[in-house]
T-cell receptor, first 114, second 114 residues
Framework: DAGVIQSPRHEVTEMGQEVTLRCKPI?????LFWYRQTMMRGLELLIY????????DSGMPEDRFSAKMPNASFSTLKIQPSEPRDSAVYFC????????????FGSGTRLTVV | DAKTTQPTSMDCAEGRAANLPCNHSTISGNEYVYWYRQIHSQGPQYIIHGLKNNETNEMASLIITEDRKSSTLILPHATLRDTAVYYCIVRVSAYGGSQGNLIFGKGTKLSVKP
């Protein structure tokens, strides 16, 4: 099992550009979560999906942020347009209902908006 | 979800037991105690969880007081690789689903020293 796979690992972009972060959850996991981590705010839950359907996006900071899960093996988090304050590490995690082991996190994408 | 209180930082000598405390005085009867850790530049990693009874796995032991208002994570023989931020989280469900999302606080920064 390769775990939760995120790409890219690092992204540097200019303010105003569109950024797309990608996540491949663990096969068989039916929940997918997007988190953001900054020094000031720590780890924040942005949105989560169950069986590819968005359940709660109340953590998404602004309309500039959007997330999709077109199938069970792929999700994207898009920021358009990006701003310097979006600079953070973005983590994707997946879990399987019925297993009491919580979430498995990916290695994260470090986004820098200049 | 109940709030938790953890010390900001702790030191431990390599090879000694690391005991990380967590207070959760407002925990409800159906809330579990979870522990995660985050090694620098990596995603959070599940360690252990419990409801009432003490739990042990290959990574650590979890001791929950009888009134469930506090718990202690024990790393029996700490190594340098255990240096990380340790998060204590209480949540409604033991299942890896939406019933009680993982909400991270600031955690305890554990430094294991040679």
């Amino acid at each position: 099992d390769a775990g939760v796979i995120q790409s890219p690992r690092h992204e540097v972009t200019e303010m105003g550009q569109e950024v797309t972060l990608r996540c491949k959850p663990i096969s068989g996991h039916d929940y997918l979560f997007w988190y953001r981590q900054t020094m000031m705010r720590g780890l924040e839950l942005l949105i989560y999906f169950n069986n590819n359907v968005p359940i709660d996006d109340s953590g998404m900071p602004e309309d500039r942020f959007s997330a999709k899960m077109p199938n069970a093996s792929f999700s994207t988090l898009k920021i358009q347009p990006s701003e310097p304050r979006d600079s953070a590490v973005y983590f994707c995690a997946s879990s399987q209902r019925g297993r009491g082991y919580g979430y498995t996190f990916g290695s994260g994408t470090r986004l820098t908006v200049v | 979800d109940a709030k938790t209180t953890q010390p900001t930082s702790m030191d431990c000598a390599e090879g000694r037991a690391a005991n990380l405390p967590c207070n959760h005085s407002t925990i409800s009867g159906n809330e579990y105690v979870y522990w995660y850790r985050q090694i620098h530049s990596q995603g959070p990693q599940y360690i252990i969880h419990g409801l009432k009874n003490n739990e042990t796995n290959e990574m650590a032991s979890l001791i929950i007081t009888e009134d469930r208002k506090s718990s202690t994570l024990i790393l029996p023989h700490a190594t340098l690789r255990d240096t990380a931020v340790y998060y204590c989280i209480v949540r409604v469900s033991a299942y890896g689903g939406s019933q009680g999302n993982l909400i991270f606080g600031k955690g305890t920064k554990l430094s294991v020293k040679p």
